[in-house]
């Protein structure tokens, strides 16, 4: 087992950080993409199985943890959760954002959207997700509303 390592995990308020009562969202195996929820993500904050969100994907560094030029520690003190303000305050080089390709494993999965998107027709159809996806988001987009990373709020219009 691996120590726990990371308490500064983001508090959702959605219930327990394990595998009780949480669902882990996937889409089908041949849409290639897999989509997880920060219930899902925040549990893998162990020294060996750490993941952490950059720019709402989801990354798999366990393996990297030792070959972080930046040490493993600043890793780990994110581990679990959103690492995006931390990786760009340091203002890696085009090398370091290549080398995240290697550990992607996945999308972060926005909870918003669950209220444009028909849950059912996400796990049976990936092509339904797609175009209810950009059905509701051409919905939302005309009505005035702006997308950021986590949230969306309504312009002044
Ligand atoms: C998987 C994600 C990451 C990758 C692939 C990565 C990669 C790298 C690479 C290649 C370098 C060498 C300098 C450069 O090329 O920019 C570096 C340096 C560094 N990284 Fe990361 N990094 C990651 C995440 C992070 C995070 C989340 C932090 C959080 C603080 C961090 C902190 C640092 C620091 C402090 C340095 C040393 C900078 C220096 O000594 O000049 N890195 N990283």
Not at 35 to 56: F, G, P
Not at 95 to 111: N, P
Request: glycine share 8%.
């Amino acid at each position: 087992m691996g120590e726990e390592i990371n308490e500064n995990i983001l508090n959702t308020g959605s219930g327990p950080a394990n595998n009780t009562g949480v669902e882990e969202v996937s889409e089908p195996a041949d849409c290639g993409v897999k989509y997880y929820t920060l219930e899902d993500i925040r549990i893998h904050n162990l020294s060996n199985d750490t993941w952490l969100i950059i720019h709402d994907k989801v990354y798999d560094i366990t393996t990297f943890l030792e070959e972080h030029p930046g040490g493993e520690e600043v890793l780990l003190e994110q581990a679990g959760a959103d690492a995006t303000e931390s990786f760009e305050d340091v203002g890696h080089s085009t090398d370091a954002r290549e080398m995240l390709e290697q550990y992607y494993i996945g999308e972060l999965h926005m909870h918003f959207l669950d209220h444009v998107v028909d849950t059912s027709y996400r796990r049976n159809s990936c092509r339904g997700h797609v175009s209810l996806l950009h059905v509701g988001t051409q919905v939302l987009l005309s009505a005035g509303f702006q997308f950021s990373s986590h949230s969306f709020h309504r312009e002044a219009l």
